[in-house]
Nanobody, 114 residues
Framework: QVQLVESGGGLVQPGGSLRLSCAAS????????MGWYRQAPGKQRELVAT???????NYADSVKGRFTISRDNAKNTVYLQMNSLKPEDTAVYYC????????WGQGTQVIVSS
């Protein structure tokens, strides 16, 4: 059974930074592409960053140049470094495989507000 536990969210002012972490279990982490998804109030969940098993990264245009995804296969953990945060980044952030599995974690709330 896949378990995903996200952490690191919080309240931050515009222009600030946060680092999200996601610990995964129940999947062969090292061979899966992983991604960070987010869901803002009233909107559909969207994929914002992906990292392949080999470390190749891709980003949604809305976060390119500000967010960095990374992974530590030894710890079964994926990270999202978020810099220059904007109010429109406010959302619940989730990690999952790419393509996503049925099971989702509880997510971690990010609020960007002055």
């Amino acid at each position: 059974q896949v378990q995903l536990v996200e952490s690191g969210g919080g309240l931050v002012q515009p222009g600030g930074s946060l680092r999200l972490s996601c610990a995964a279990s129940g999947i062969i982490f090292s061979i899966n592409s992983m991604g960070w998804y987010r869901q803002a109030p009233g909107k559909q969940r969207e994929l914002v960053a992906t990292i392949s098993s080999g470390g190749i990264t891709n980003y949604a245009d809305s976060v390119k140049g500000r967010f960095t995804i990374s992974r530590d296969n030894a710890k079964n953990t994926v990270y999202l470094q978020m810099n220059s945060l904007k109010p429109e980044d406010t959302a619940v952030y989730y990690c999952n495989a790419v393509p996503s599995r049925k099971s989702w974690g509880q997510g971690t709330q990010v609020i960007v507000s002055s």
